[in-house]
DNA sequence: AAACATCTACGAAATTTTTCGTAGTTCCAA
DNA sequence: TTGGAACTACGAAAAATTTCGTAGATGTTT
């Protein structure tokens, strides 16, 4: 997979979120966040279509592009990386400290939770030693 | 916080790791990895002291690094970063995503989440509504 | 003491990423 | 039918990051 940059990563984001988009209403969500210029998203968009990050088709005048990687694989990717710069590869002390600072975690994320390591220790019970 | 780049990372993750080093240590495990000149290491360890994330003291003629932020301060940092970047803001999110993703989980592992997730429970029931 | 190795400082090249200006086209409204 | 608004393509400037070469100082070996 080719790794997106951070402004590229902001722009999937969108899409993802938006569904397909014209560069134009991309450049509108990007622009309520910060100062950005209409060619500034459309050179990224154009370069994120070569790399294979996007797709687009023609619509009259204008493209819509559209997300072509999917959102949790660039996360999972992403995060396989972030895991190994920052926490030596230890995924346990990332989900830890993740878990620690946001004391704000509600009643139904806890049951998820507690569902999955439910889950995991079953595999554990059913692994061949 | 002056955010470390990638490159600074690295480095930090070695003096978190060995303890104060000198360039030459930093720079020979650097190395095992990939190849990175002697002056490369040199001047980003100068660049971090200026920024204020390395100290060092002089030993003779060369100098002495010491990481000047603390690990969990700054995977802290970098995760609440990674978080709104990549899982938009979703902690809970990335904590299911990397608890999914590696299914290598320790007995211990899954004890010391099931006891925080205990911990949590209780906080969420002592919470005013 | 001469040759050599090793260290710092520092400028600047190289690379990567982000940003934007300009040119050319097309659409639409006055 | 003319002028302006909106679009794409594209080069290149700007900014951020990484890499390295060179110079000068100091220690070490023969």
Redesign the pocket.
């Known amino acids: 997979m080719q790794?997106?940059?951070?402004?590229?990563?902001?722009i999937l984001q969108v899409l993802w979120q938006e569904g397909p988009s014209?560069?134009?209403q991309v450049?509108d969500i990007l622009g309520r966040r910060?100062?950005?210029?209409?060619?500034?998203?459309?050179?990224?968009?154009?370069?994120m279509?070569e790399k294979g990050l996007v797709t687009?088709i023609?619509d009259?005048?204008?493209?819509i592009?559209a997300a072509a990687v999917a959102e949790r694989d660039t996360q999972s990717y992403l995060l396989q990386e972030f895991v190994d710069q920052t926490f030596r590869g230890s995924a346990m002390n990332l989900v830890m400290q993740a878990l620690g600072n946001h004391q704000e975690v509600s009643a139904e994320e806890i049951e998820a939770i507690k569902s999955l390591i439910a889950k995991m220790e079953q595999e554990q019970n059913n692994r061949p030693s």
Chains 1, 2 share one sequence.
């Open positions: 790794k997106p940059t951070d402004a590229e990563l902001e014209t560069v134009r450049n910060r100062d950005i210029g209409y060619t500034t998203s459309l050179k990224l968009m154009q370069i279509h687009r023609e009259g005048r204008t493209h592009y």
